[in-house]
């Protein structure tokens, strides 16, 4: 079952919940239906929060508790692998949305050096999922309470004011989704031409990268079933089934992706990796293999150093 499926669910869909007392609530109620309930809580195995999908409260004969959680404007999901020297600087500069009613969740890939530990004292929700930026962002997503859903690298920098840019413009233009553009920090003369190209192209082709901060309308993430989880191209393939619902809104203002791993490895070297790597794509070639190439392994887990600077898987 999709994880975002409206289904009716049987009762056999949360025995894993249920059957051996593991799974205990805590004071987040996420979403309520005929047919479901989602809720926010505990396993017993492991301190992380987790999500549930049961059916209906009342058809496991129990009570809820608490209200509802009231839907905010706009969820900021990020996923995190190892990002403990940068992950508070980030955190904080997307306070000041947070204060205008957005909320922000961070899905932890299994840092080993306490990135979650450190994102949680500025983010709405801290939650652990299988590693792969595909499926940590599907888990943020369904734990999401925003109309729109914006998705978020860990060192990618939101332009000032994003909530406001994204709602008025989706408003204003009907788009479904839609994107920023980018600007790519960093010393080397090649990176500003770099950005202008990524952004260029971005509007001819309607192919959104996960640096320019992609947006969604929560009921199309759900259509969709949210990212393919695939080992890499995630976000090119996320984009080639949104234009099924209208082109992008290429918002012009500009988010900020970092340029140092674009140094480390060679700008020229790493801009004919990623159009390799575009390409055979377009013709077919597995997304597992295409990992390897990046830098990943088989299992679709991140080496701990990457060819390619992260986001730029597409």
């Known amino acids: 079952m999709s994880r975002f499926s409206q289904a009716p669910i049987s009762r056999d869909d949360c025995r894993f919940v249920t059957t051996y007392n593991a799974f205990t609530l805590d004071e987040n109620f996420l979403e309520h239906s005929a047919d ?14 987790v999500v549930a999908v049961m059916p209906a409260p ?18 900021i999901i990020i996923p995190t692998l190892d990002e403990a020297c940068d992950i508070r600087s980030r955190l904080v500069a997307l306070q000041p949305l947070r204060k205008r009613g957005g909320e922000l969740i961070v899905v932890d890939g299994g840092s080993v050096d306490g990135t979650a530990d450190l994102a949680r004292p500025f983010a709405d929700a801290v939650i652990a999922a299988p590693r792969g930026r595909a499926r940590q962002m599907n888990a943020g997503a369904v734990l999401a309470r925003g109309a729109v859903l914006l998705f978020l690298h860990a060192d990618t920098q939101l332009p000032d004011e994003a909530d406001t840019l994204i709602l008025r413009g989706l408003a204003a233009s009907g788009r ?16 500003p031409v770099i950005a202008w190209f990524m952004n260029h192209r971005s509007r001819l082709t309607g192919i959104a990268t996960g640096d320019q901060g992609m947006f969604v309308r929560r009921e199309i993430v759900e259509a969709l079933g949210g990212f393919p989880e695939i080992a890499l191209m995630e976000d090119i393939e996320l984009s080639r089934r949104l234009k099924r619902y209208g082109p992008p809104l290429c918002l012009e203002a500009k988010s900020i992706a970092s340029g140092r791993r674009w140094e480390r490895h060679g700008v020229v070297r790493t801009v004919l990796l990623m159009w390799y790597l575009r390409l055979t794509y377009f013709f077919g070639a597995d997304p597992t293999r295409l990992a390897r190439i990046y830098g990943y392994h088989e299992s679709g887990e991140a080496n701990t150093v990457s060819p390619l600077p992260p986001g730029e898987d597409g």
């Open 36 to 49: 479901r309930a989602i809720f926010f809580g505990r396993m017993e195995s492991g301190p992380e929060p």
């Open 58 to 75: 009342e058809l496991l004969g129990f009570t809820l508790c608490c209200n509802p959680v009231t839907m905010a404007k706009l969820s």
């Open 176 to 191: 479904n989704w839609g994107r920023f553009d980018v600007t790519i920090a960093g010393n080397h003369p090649l990176l």
